[in-house]
Nanobody, 115 residues
Framework: QVQFVESGGGLVQPGGSLRLSCAAP????????MNWYRQAPGKQRELVAT?????NYADPVKGRFTISRDNAKNTVYLQMNTLKPDDTAVYYC?????WGPGNYWGQGTQVTVSS
């Protein structure tokens, strides 16, 4: 069974920064596109950032968030800067295999932006 380990969430003031990490043992990491999603209370889960051969970002986070990966450590990161209250959500990492079946989720980590 594939289990991811997410960390780095917490409470931060507006304008602050957090770095999320997601360790993904048990998969051939380089075979997967890695994604970060988030879900705010009462809202649908939305894609925030993705990294495969390229990186892509949702419009609300462009210029503030940076996704990166370390294939040697089977880990994906999300550096979040200039955080806003609207960024408050549970953040989930997701692995989506480039070819064939394979889609896995982390357990989620809470990010709260509040003064």
């Amino acid at each position: 069974q594939v289990q991811f380990v997410e960390s780095g969430g917490g409470l931060v003031q507006p304008g602050g920064s957090l770095r999320l990490s997601c360790a993904a043992p048990g998969i051939i990491f380089s075979d997967y596109r890695m994604n970060w999603y988030r879900q705010a209370p009462g809202k649908q889960r939305e894609l925030v950032a993705t990294i495969g051969g390229r990186t892509n970002y949702a419009d609300p986070v462009k210029g503030r968030f940076t996704i990166s990966r370390d294939n040697a450590k089977n880990t994906v990161y999300l550096q979040m800067n200039t955080l806003k209250p609207d960024d408050t959500a549970v953040y989930y990492c997701n692995a989506d295999r480039f070819w064939g079946p394979g889609n896995y989720w982390g357990q989620g980590t809470q990010v709260t932006v509040s003064s």
